[in-house]
Structure formats: C-alpha cells, structure tokens
C-alpha cells in the first residue's frame, strides 16, 4: 500500500514538471515566433496584443464557462473586484503583455525574455522596503547578481556602449515592472474567483481597451498562411495551452518548484531565437543570463529556508 501511495506520489509530481516545463516552453517558443511576425510580416505590436487578449481572454472564459463556472459574470457583482480586475486587466494583463511584445520588437525574443525576469528581484525589493526589512544575504547577492547579469545582457560585456537598442532595454525593464504588479496585484482576486476566471477577464479588458486604440478589424495587410498559422499558435499554444499547463502542474508540486522550471521560458525564447532566427548571442550574453536567471534560484532557497524554519 505504501509503496503504491508512493509511486502514485512519484507520478503526480513527474506530471506536475512536464507540465509546468511544456508551459514555459511554450511561452518561449511564442515570444520567438512573435519576433518571426514582427520581422517577416510587419505585424504591428499593438495590433498583435489586441487580438491575442481578445482572442484568447474569449477562449479562457469559455473554458471557465464550460468546465464548472456557472455565472462568468458574478465576479462583476461585487464592487471590490470589479474595481480591482479593472486595475488589473488595463495595468496588469494589457501592460505586462504590450511592454513584453514591445521589448521583442525593438530588440529581439531571447533578450526581452530574459530581461522580463528581473521581476523577481523588484518583487523582493518592493516587498523589503513594504515590510521596513532590511534585505537578507540572498536577497542581496540576488540583486547583485540581478545587475550584473543586465549590464552584461545589455552592453556584451563593452561597457562603454549598450548592445541592444535603448529602446529595447527601456521596455524589457518596463516589461519586468508590469510583471511584478502582474504578480502582486490580483491575489484577492486569485484566491477567491480563481486564476482562469481572473485572467480570462483580465485578457478581456486589457483587449477591449486596446481597442478603442489599435482596432483588430483596421488591419489592412492580407497575411499569408504561414503568418496565421503563427498568430494561431500564438493564441492557442502560447497562451491557452501554456496558461493551463502552468497552473494545473500547481496541483501537482509547489509554487516554488513551479517558479524555478518556469525559468524554462527565457531559455528556449533565447535557444529557439538563436538557431531559428539567427539572433546574435555570444557567450557574455548567456553568462549575464544565467546570472539573472540564478536570482530565481536564489530566491525560491530563501523561501524554503523561511519555511523550514517555521
């Protein structure tokens, strides 16, 4: 009995890794594939995250709709949330998703995507200052190692000169800025309405105002096959597929374990963009990477150290 509860045990978290590492590939994969849109069809930011919010909020509230959410409209009913999705959905989801496009087409996937998580790090500071706590060792040597790895992202190891367009570096930061608040913002709305009805709003929201600014019906250029295709898997793979991979592997293993094989995202962005697209990136490139990376590590040990202690 013990050692069948123990494989059981062994299964679930063997599921719970596929899944959460088959989700942050994905999302890799999609930045990739939205640099290949930019680059080869002219695809415009503003145009390309109108459709995806609208299209894929639509498909996450149907799912809601059709796997046990009776009502998708009650959360409206109650005034806190309402005023709280609505900060979420305009700052958050629309934020977090035209600064990351926005990175990827002034610079390119792999940089945007590594740049994006630095989000942890200003998670820590913020909640550091919040709390009047003066950081701890880790902490610390997280944002050392945070700046580091930027300066060397950015400038190739040539101090004197950045590397990548300021325009670039400027929406890659603004980008990890939109995903801390990402990140912060809705945990009221997370923990009572659910992370698929939250975000399946938040997308609609962030879309229906990125409307009245960039019209998803004003684009006049005909795509070829291949484009829709890309702009399918976008939708589909890089943010249904991988938004439910990424929160059902939460059922199987813990948010920490979850966070540090999500760091699978940046990389297969950064692999994929160098042997597809032919991206430019030199081994002080992957060094300032994996430094900023490491912040994950970093954290997630300080964590599991609080925890051991309580």
Known sequence: MGRQKGL???????????????????????????????????????WLVNVRLLASGLLLLLYARYTGERNIWRIWKDKESRLSLLIFGIIGMLGV??????????????????????????????????SRKWPTRLEILSVIFAITGTILLVTRGNLGALEIS?????????SALTLAFYTLQPGKLLSKWGSVLTVGWGMMIGGICSSFIHPPWRYTESFPAVALLAIGFVIFFGTLVAFYSYMESLNYISASETSLLASV??????????????????????????????TIFLLSKKKQRKKGES
């Open 8 to 46: 059981m045990l062994h299964n679930g978290r063997l599921k719970g890794f596929t899944l959460v590492i088959m989700g942050a590939g994905l999302w890799g994969i999609s930045g990739t594939v939205v640099q290949y849109l930019f680059d080869s069809h002219e695809v415009t930011t503003g």
């Open 97 to 130: 998703q035209y600064t990351f496009f926005s990175a990827i087409e002034h610079g390119n996937a792999a940089t945007a995507a590594v740049l994006q998580y630095l989000a942890p790090v200003l998670i820590t500071c913020y909640l550091a200052i919040r």
């Open 166 to 174: 300021f325009a670039a570096l400027i929406w890659g930061l603004a």
């Open 265 to 294: 995202e940046p990389l297969s962005a950064a692999f994929l963009a160098v042997i597809w697209l032919r991206v430019p990136f030199g081994p002080i490139e992957w060094l300032g990477s994996l430094l900023i990376l490491s």
